[in-house]
């Protein structure tokens, strides 16, 4: 029985693969160039330091964050896509000062902004007339532009200058990680396409030395493709 509910599977995937090869279309009649533009929700694991430093410090995660990019890519074939990704994100931290009532200071959020430079490889999965569903492994490479730090005083609802921070640069500067992701492509009309794409990232290093936890980012997100 087992055997030929079995034979049954896949005899039904390969029926079914069948029929969405005879639907399948090229991607443009004109080009292979697309060019995307998207927006993403970040969920960060283990992006600041899991373990108190030399001087008492604690820390803790805030979530989630948001990001934003554009991308280039070029159908080799029907089915495969190379595809160079520039994306804008930040991710928050904050600090526990932990020196007591005989200091007046509370805590301290970090915010860092990173540009990522990305690599995607996308093999189409299925290639649909309206809906085309892809696999995508990647390599991440995040750059760090910018840093912020907000102090803040005890029972003080707005920051004090930076000139009273006396915290380290505990966050990576430059950080490289290899990602899947399924990118989704709903065609609207010939040139446009609405596109969908959950992201799983795990980096190479964690996100502090100290750290035993990997950095990982976890991403949904969704824009619109042109294909020229």
């Avoid at 000139?163 to 040139?191: M, V």
Wanted: glycine share 6%.
């Amino acid at each position: 029985m087992k055997k030929e509910l079995l034979i049954l599977l896949v005899a039904g995937f390969i029926t079914s693969e069948a029929i969405s090869q005879e639907k399948e279309i090229s991607v443009n009649e004109k080009s292979n160039f697309t060019a995307g533009f998207k927006f993403g929700y970040d969920k960060n694991t283990y992006a600041y330091r899991t373990s108190m430093d030399i001087n008492g410090f604690d820390y803790y995660s805030i979530e989630p964050s948001f990001s934003a990019g554009i991308d280039f890519g070029y159908f080799v074939t029907k089915r495969f896509r190379p595809r160079i990704e520039i994306e804008y994100f930040y991710l928050l931290y904050g600090m526990n000062w932990n020196y007591g009532d005989d200091s007046d200071f509370e805590r301290t959020l970090t915010t860092v902004h990173y540009f990522g430079y990305n690599l995607h490889l996308d093999y189409g999965l299925y290639m649909g007339e309206r809906l085309q569903l892809y696999l995508s492994p990647g390599l991440m490479w995040d750059v760090k532009f910018h840093h912020k730090f907000k102090t803040f005083l005890r029972d003080e609802d707005d920051p004090v200058s930076n000139e009273y921070n006396l915290l380290d640069e505990k966050f990576p500067t430059s950080i490289l990680g290899g990602s899947l992701s399924i990118p989704i492509r709903i065609k609207l009309n010939q040139e446009l396409k609405l596109t969908l794409e959950p992201d799983y990232t795990i980096y190479f290093r964690n996100f502090q030395v100290e750290n035993d936890e990997p950095y990982m980012r976890m991403s949904f997100k969704a824009g619109v493709e042109y294909t020229f």
